[in-house]
């Protein structure tokens, strides 16, 4: 046990001076949304029984990027990578799938949703913790918590240890909540994809 909390505590500690040596901290871009579409039905069913998380409007600008927030961040992305185990939740259909707060083990929406509840009972508004929706290279989804902040918008995931600006990720970006309604969902126009197919067929 004692062996096992020295692995951890080795662990978080490099994951943490990863993140903080990463220049990212400087300046990411904004992420670009466009017009509200579907909620994907594991959110509407976590509303059901969360409903006070999925009724608040926010008009308040992005959070502040100090120094302490970003510690914060580096160290919830750590803390809970660590403590929860990957695992499927899906039923034996391979269609049902629920987004809880996870204790030990869950999947990549559970990480999010723990993500998101730790950082903001440290005082981060909900309306700068957005649930998003990614496809992977290899055609699976996803899920990441963005963080609008005023340097723009960065990713915590829980298959990287480091805290990355959303546009340095190898993810194709879908739709995410809406900043100003957290149970509103809005698209997202990731044109990057376009942009480097432009530069390679020049």
Known sequence: MIKKTILIGAALLLTCMTALANPS???AAIMKTGARTSQPIGHYEFCQTYKNECNIKN???PTPLTS???TLLVQVNGS??????PATDMDIWGKAEVWSYPTTVGDCEDYVLLKRKMLNESGIP???LLITVVRQMNGEGHAVLTVRT???DY?????EPRIKPWNETNYDYLKR???NNTGAWVSINDDRQVLVGSIETQ
């Open 59 to 61: 008009d308040a600008r």
């Open 126 to 128: 909900l309306g700068d």
């Open 25 to 27: 901290l400087s300046t």
């Open 177 to 179: 909540q809406a900043a």
């Open 155 to 159: 990713v915590l995931d829980n298959l």
């Open 80 to 85: 809970v990578n660590a403590k929860v185990q």
């Open 68 to 70: 302490k927030i970003w």
């Open 150 to 152: 005023d340097r723009g």
